[in-house]
């Protein structure tokens, strides 16, 4: 296997496949740049055009993009406070906070580095678990696929807010937006109000803008300062990467738990940098400055949104199951050129498969070089006067929105989720487990479904199923524990009788 | 308003909005039913929970904390969003977007003439870049 990986490397670097890696990281970094549109998006654009193509070409320029979407999403997620991708929404608790502070290039750095990171240990852990993953993912059933998106939602639902009433309600309230259209079991379309519009659900891109970019427009304009408070950017990109070095076992860790989390299919993308931050926010020490613009807070999920590629491709080429929709069109690029994904990749296709593995890696590294020389002028956003920024804004967003299905109900639902949006911010609620839970619902009762008609509730007594439970309950108690003991910390510090 | 009174309405908001989801479910095919009815059931109980938590630390604690204290700002400053959206369903995407970005730029922002017709230009000529390059579609208005 190490020889025919040596032999590809010569394949991905002949001159044409390199300069289609190279337009792919182009795009790639554009989309992750653009909030709105997901590297799904950038897939759909690109798939028209890999019809007959090489398949060493084709996959440079899918990879390619693939690979740095949540590098250059990274920008708006830490200048605007955006969600560049649905994979960079974590990235804002701290990296927003940061820009705030006037250390946007600290923060950009440290994401960049950490991004790289993550992405080749992706890559290398796709590479070493080729031989073993086959039967781990065969003995994965719907019961702990379902138990699988409920530890998801417990983790981030607890974790994002401050009360964890409110964290689950949010939650609960992004499953109830993610249950509008069809029913996974039967033909049925459910609170569609026969507006054919909701017959496909809301499109989850959708739900981040209006969530996350609305309210950041309408609260620029009021309150009439640039997004960095402070007259300068003191933060330097190079300060940032000291940073990614000396938090890197977190590096190391978020890396391989984005591609475990990754290779699970169905968990998708937009989870795995919320489960790294609450991992991160758990499992370090001093962590009460999480979310007020802590780097490791950066740190943590720019490594596991990278590295998730690199685990989601598992599945994909393994097994042909798609764990998101941007593997999911892949696979269609795939059968576009004429490559059938399954146990043939480890086999007839290998060279084929170390080609993405080689364009995984290279285009991390060529994507965050790129990005980094970039920062210090794309910092310069930040200190922009509000009024000259939010029009052009404004125009990209709506051009955004309207991208994901385009119908006009995608201006009318961005509106609208933005005003909740706004409405949360005023009053201290956390946005992000919606997300986490409308992107979970879909999953959550497909599996739970499957695991009912199969097993009825024997399915509750499986091991794998205990374990996960065990595991949801040791977050939920732990994140009790701690809410608990900040709340005595918070009342000793004001001096308050506790 | 003060804020307190805000998250009691919204928690309230979501609650009665809970409670009409458990009804609507009730029109599904059993199957279907299951999980919206589970996830609004646990969703109105738990809007209550906060509703109290709400409501018994302001009768601990008295906030009197604004909601917001430039209400007035952002319902002008929301009104130009909206405003756009409605001009883009009535004149169409590209005239629509010359006529806010005019307006906002000259008004809002107090560009001179000149600026405002050189970042117009700028606009333009990106959404035609994206056009020509990325294929994307724009909204269509009622008559463009």
């Given amino acids: ?498 | 308003m003060r804020r307190t009174t805000a998250s009691l309405l919204f928690a309230f908001f979501i609650f009665i909005g809970c409670l009409w989801l458990i009804i609507e479910s009730f029109s599904f095919q059993a199957t279907a039913r299951y999980f919206p009815l589970t996830v609004a059931t646990l969703g109105a109980a738990f809007s209550f929970l906060v509703f109290v938590q709400t409501f018994m630390k302001d009768r601990k604690e008295r906030q009197e904390t604004l909601f917001h204290e430039q209400f007035g700002e952002v319902i002008k400053y929301a009104g130009w969003l909206i405003g756009y959206i409605v001009l883009i369903n009535i004149a169409g995407f590209i005239p629509s977007t010359i006529i806010y970005m005019i307006t906002f730029l000259y008004f809002v922002t107090q560009m001179k003439i000149h600026q405002v017709a050189v970042s117009l230009g700028g606009t333009l000529v990106f959404l035609f870049v994206l056009q020509e390059f990325v294929d994307i579609e724009w909204p269509a208005g009622m008559f463009f």
């Avoid at chain 1, 950038?42 to 320029?61: C, E, H, K, Q, T």
């Avoid at chain 1, 309150?223 to 890197?248: C, M, N, Q, Y």
């Avoid at chain 1, 310069?380 to 006067?385: A, K, P, T, V």
């Avoid at chain 1, 701690?482 to 004001?494: D, N, P, R, T």
Wanted: with cysteine; aromatic share 10%; charged share 10%.
């Fill in chain 1, 1 to 498: 296997m190490l020889e025919t990986l040596v032999e590809t490397l010569a394949i991905v670097l002949d001159g044409s496949r390199l300069l289609y890696m190279l337009l792919g990281i182009s795009i790639g970094l554009t989309i992750g740049l653009l909030p709105g549109l997901s590297g799904t998006v950038g897939m759909s654009i690109l798939l028209p055009f890999v019809y007959g193509m090489d398949p060493y070409a084709g996959m440079a320029l899918l990879i390619g993009m693939v690979a740095v979407v949540h590098t250059g999403d990274t920008f708006p997620s830490v200048l605007l406070g955006i969600p560049g991708s649905s994979g960079s929404q974590a990235t804002i608790m701290d990296g927003y906070p940061l820009a705030k502070k006037g250390q946007a290039a600290r923060a950009l750095g440290a994401a960049f580095f950490s991004s790289m990171i993550g992405g080749v240990i992706g890559g290398v852990i796709l590479f070493s678990i080729i031989p073993i993953v086959r039967p781990v993912i065969l003995s994965l059933g719907s019961p702990e696929l379902f138990m699988l998106a409920l530890l998801g939602l417990s983790m981030v639902g607890i974790l994002a807010g401050k009360s964890p009433f409110i964290g689950i309600l949010a939650g609960l309230f992004g499953m109830m937006l993610g249950v509008i259209g069809s029913a996974p079991s039967v033909p049925e379309y459910r609170y569609t109000f026969d507006w054919l519009y909701l017959y496909d659900g809301i499109p989850l891109p959708l739900v981040a803008l209006g969530l996350f970019a609305f309210p950041v427009l309408i609260d620029l304009l009021v309150g009439k300062k640039s997004i960095s408070e402070s007259s300068a950017l003191s933060g330097k990109w190079f300060e940032g990467v000291k940073d990614t070095v000396k938090h890197r076992w977190l590096v190391l860790r978020s890396s391989i738990l984005g591609a475990v989390a990754g290779f699970i299919p169905g968990l998708g993308g937009s989870v795995v940098d919320w489960l790294s931050y609450g991992t991160a926010k758990q499992t370090s020490k001093n962590n009460e400055t999480f979310g007020e613009g802590d780097i490791r807070g950066v740190i943590a999920p720019e490594s596991s949104n990278n590295a998730k590629e690199g685990g989601s491709l598992i599945p994909t080429l393994m097994f042909g199951i798609p764990g998101s929709g941007t593997t999911a069109i892949l696979l269609g690029g795939l059968l576009l050129m004429g490559v059938e994904a399954g146990p043939r990749m480890v086999t007839e296709e290998l060279s084929l498969t170390m080609s993405i593995i080689w364009t995984l890696v290279i285009a991390n590294i060529i994507g965050a070089a790129a990005c980094l020389i970039l920062t210090r002028p794309i910092s310069r956003f930040s200190l922009i006067s509000p009024s000259k920024l939010v029009p052009f804004l404004t125009i990209i967003l709506i051009v955004g929105a309207y991208q994901t299905s385009q119908h006009w109900g995608d201006l009318l639902l961005f509106v609208l989720l933005g005003i909740i949006g706004w409405i949360m911010v005023q009053l201290d609620w956390p946005r992000a487990p919606i997300l986490i839970g409308f992107v979970l619902a879909l999953a959550a009762e497909r599996y739970l479904w499957i695991s009912v008609s199969r097993f009825d509730w024997e399915w509750v007594y499986r091991p794998g199923v205990l374990i996960i439970a065990g595991i949801i309950i040791l977050i939920f108690g732990s994140s009790y524990w701690i809410s608990k003991i900040g709340a005595l910390k918070g009342a000793k510090a004001k001096g308050g009788n506790v």
